[in-house]
């Protein structure tokens, strides 16, 4: 693999890491284990002021990664961003994608440092996309370590109504609805092959040519609803989102953030701003009122159970 970008470049990797020093030690050797099939392929690591030794043990065990390491954590979509204008990505969107040219890498792929590659996965996820050219993006099946599926890797868009029935737990008491299970498509079955509205960032390969249709990740976010937004503004521009099963890749799921106050409260400052920005204009006044007051009920509801278990600012945590 490649760490320098490079007018043949097939595939760049941006990875995002925070605090997962080990976890991404066995990602980054998972990848450089990878089958290729003479793919070139550049991997650079943007990490966001870890108190671990991540940054030493890239530099120590990985020295052909190009790392960017940040001061303070910037955040998601922006470190993300980094990772992309280091190979050579721009913010403007092109009205024409054709325009991208091929200085640029075919695909970029966002994946976290808590995922572990199949030995082919990449060489598959690129042959996948190659054979459907409308995709604009693609991702496997994310398993958790216990063999069941990360149900976020192929998702619907969160409109009102979808959010609301998994926020009341609708998809959980009917799970084969297509209307109340719809918010992660659970009453699908996780081996077909299908179009999604979207797919998680743990695992996001996109084309160059949509990238530069629509621009990089939306730094509004901090941490969730980037790459939602990212795939509704792909599908928008007139691609396609797609979920193949036959590629699968394990994914310890929240491995930063599973006990931080901070992430569940950035989880619903991403549903606010994803409504906001793509529902709201054109939801009438009143519903708009129903809506951010549903988000706020659900919100404290849950994060006063969290603070009750000795989560949150009240017990020391971010």
């Known amino acids: 693999m490649n760490d320098t970008p490079a007018v043949s470049l097939d595939l ?48 120590a065990e990985f020295p052909q990664v190009h790392l960017i390491a940040n001061a303070e954590n910037v955040g ?6 980094q990772g992309l204008r280091y190979f050579g990505f721009s913010d403007r969107p092109l009205a024409l994608p054709a325009e991208a040219g091929p200085a ?11 995922t572990v590659l199949s030995p082919r996965a990449l060489a598959d996820m690129i ?34 109504a979808s959010s609301f029935y998994h926020l009341a737990r609708l ?3 009917f799970p084969r609805s297509p209307r109340f299970a719809r918010y992660d498509l659970r009453y699908l079955d996780p081996d077909l092959v299908t179009r999604v509205d979207a797919i998680v960032g743990a695992f996001m390969l996109v084309r160059r040519e949509a990238i530069a249709q629509v621009g990089l990740l939306d730094e509004s976010f901090f941490m969730y609803g980037e790459d939602l937004d990212w795939a509704k503004r792909i599908t928008d521009a007139g691609w396609e989102v797609w979920y193949n ?13 599973r006990h931080s106050y901070r992430a569940r409260v ?21 519903m708009d009122w129903l809506i951010r007051g549903g988000i706020f009920f659900f ?18 945590r971010s």
């Not at 943007?46 to 940054?55: E, F, G, I, R, W």
């Open 245 to 257: 099963p036959a590629v699968t890749v394990t994914h310890i799921k929240e491995a930063a953030s």
């Open 104 to 114: 640029l890498p075919r695909f970029a792929l966002l994946l976290n440092p808590d």
């Open 12 to 59: 760049a990797i941006i990875i995002v890491n925070y605090n997962t020093s080990a976890l991404l030690r066995d990602c980054l050797r998972s990848l450089y284990a990878s089958e290729m099939g003479g793919l070139s392929c550049g991997v650079c690591v943007v990490d966001n002021a870890s108190a671990d030794d991540s940054v030493a043990m890239v530099r």
């Open 76 to 81: 998601y979509p922006r470190a993300n961003n």
């Open 299 to 316: 919100a404290q509801l849950d994060l006063l159970g969290r603070r009750l278990r000795g989560q949150g600012p009240l017990a020391g």
């Open 127 to 160: 042959a996948f996309m190659e054979a459907h050219p409308q995709a604009g993006a693609a991702g496997p099946k994310l398993v958790r370590l216990d063999g069941s599926i990360d149900r976020a890797c192929r998702r619907s868009f969160p409109t009102p």
């Open 266 to 286: 950035e989880f619903y400052r991403a549903l606010t701003i994803f409504y906001d920005k793509h529902y709201r204009p054109t939801t009438s006044r009143w």
């Open 171 to 173: 998809d959980r008491l």
